[in-house]
């Protein structure tokens, strides 16, 4: 069963909020570094996109999105966003 685009994007949010408030209670940015780093596993491993902006290209919008949770695994893992 595959989830869509709008319920993934309502958990990784939630996820991502968890982790910022992880970071803000105990002080220490790890926390939300690798929520930021789980979310790009998420899309990674189900990439799922908005049905309503792409019609006929299903793999080239899949690959779009494994690349852009990459993205988002690194930026996490190298201290990207809690800086």
Do not use: C
């Amino acid at each position: 069963m595959k989830i869509s685009f709008k319920a993934q994007l309502m958990i990784a949010a939630i996820i991502v909020i968890g982790g910022f408030v992880f970071s803000l209670y105990f002080e220490n940015d790890i926390f939300y570094n690798f929520t930021w780093a789980f979310v790009g596993v998420l899309f990674f491993i189900n990439p799922v996109y908005p049905e309503s902006k792409v019609h006929l290209e299903e793999v080239k919008a899949q690959k779009a999105m494994r690349i852009a949770a990459v993205v988002v695994f690194f930026a996490g893992i190298t201290n990207g966003f809690g800086v």
